[in-house]
């Protein structure tokens, strides 16, 4: 929380995008991010053709083994400091694939890659959860990437601190059937 | 011609009729029967029991999440509920969990925790009344027990 992208680019975000053998769904909608409805580059947030152009690199798709020396050297290519825009369920931590053999996992997995192939540290990412998400949702992702609007999701942990007690009519087995049951 | 181009993020969208966005687990509702992690395609939703805590954990991680919207389906006391909420946007995956713990119950015969106290509750209201005291019996004890007692559940 309260991480942002504000200090590192001051300016305009320039986005590559990287599809990692996901559905086309996030795509699509991340298409209609910078088409002039939603329009993102109100934000100066552009897409751009050539990693070597970009801050930024949107995400989607839940890395298949096929795409992960692809995706490794996208990331070689986007020069540092780089931050990292994961768009969709697939992206976020594996989707629906997330145990297949067939694919990394998510950007949570391929960090570990990451670090333990290249020694790389993982950049700043935004988790933008959704399948797909919606346009505004993505909107929302680079907003609070870039500290227009605060995060809205935070972790929540509830524990029940002590047990709804159980009426008396429920406990109590007869011994010899207890004893009966346990074989003693 | 005008402007076609929302304003968004500083005007609020409304989001369709029927848009299923952020589940949300109700921790009071929520009795930790397993029926959503059964039913969540992605394993979004999972139940586990930490038996030295003696509690079971309800853990939905948004990241991997679809918004199928079958947990809220078959949750038997309607504890999960789809919400229109969109804006999930997080920083770190950390803020994409939301855990629910219950305590567990234990089986009065061998002891073994195998069910929440709520869930055996649950469980014991819906039971017909003459079978109610089964309900915090495991079901490898009720297995074990003579058919007379299960049957009758007569004690």
């Known amino acids: 929380m309260g991480r942002n992208c504000v200090k590192l680019f001051r300016r305009s975000l320039w986005v590559f995008h990287v599809n990692s053998g996901g559905c086309n769904g996030c795509d699509i909608e991340l298409l209609n991010v910078f088409a002039p409805y939603q329009d993102t580059e109100r934000f100066g947030v552009k897409l751009v053709g050539s990693p070597r152009h970009a801050d930024a690199i949107a995400l989607t798709g839940p890395i298949t083994r096929e795409a992960l020396p692809r995706v490794v050297r996208a990331f070689q290519a986007v020069p540092d400091p780089k931050v990292v825009i994961a768009i969709g369920s697939c992206a976020c931590g594996g989707g629906i694939w997330y145990d297949s053999h067939a694919v990394v996992g998510g950007v949570g997995k391929f960090y570990e890659l990451l670090r333990e192939r290249y020694g790389v540290e993982p950049p700043l990412t935004v988790y933008v959860p959704g399948c797909p998400p919606k346009p505004e949702a993505i909107i929302h992702g680079i907003c609070v990437l870039r500290g227009v609007v605060k995060q809205k999701q935070v972790a929540s942990y509830y524990t029940e601190e002590k047990a709804p007690e159980i009426p008396k009519e429920l406990l109590g087995v007869p011994s010899f059937e207890v004893r009966r049951v346990r074989g003693v | ?66 918004f199928c919207g079958r947990c809220q389906d078959v949750c038997p006391v309607e504890a999960v509920k789809l919400t229109k909420e969109f804006e999930l946007s997080a920083m770190s995956a950390e803020d994409l969990y939301q855990v629910v713990e219950l305590r567990l119950a234990k089986c009065l015969v061998c002891g073994r925790a195998f069910t929440t106290v709520r869930l055996a509750l649950e469980t014991a209201r819906r039971l017909p009344e003459d079978q109610r005291r089964l309900a915090l019996i495991c079901p490898e004890c009720r297995e074990r027990m003579s058919s007379h007692l299960i049957s009758y559940a007569r004690w």
Do not use: S, W
Not at chain 2, 11 to 29: L, M, N, S
Not at chain 2, 42 to 58: S, Y
């Open chain 2, 1 to 66: 011609m005008g402007v076609v181009t929302e304003r968004y993020p500083y005007e609020p969208v409304e989001v369709p009729e029927g848009f299923r966005g952020k589940p949300v687990i109700d921790p009071e509702r929520c009795v930790g029967c397993g029926a959503c992690a059964n039913a969540c395609p992605p394993n979004a939703l999972t139940v586990e029991d930490d038996l030295e805590a003696g509690v079971r954990r309800v853990k939905l991680f948004l990241g991997r999440c679809i």
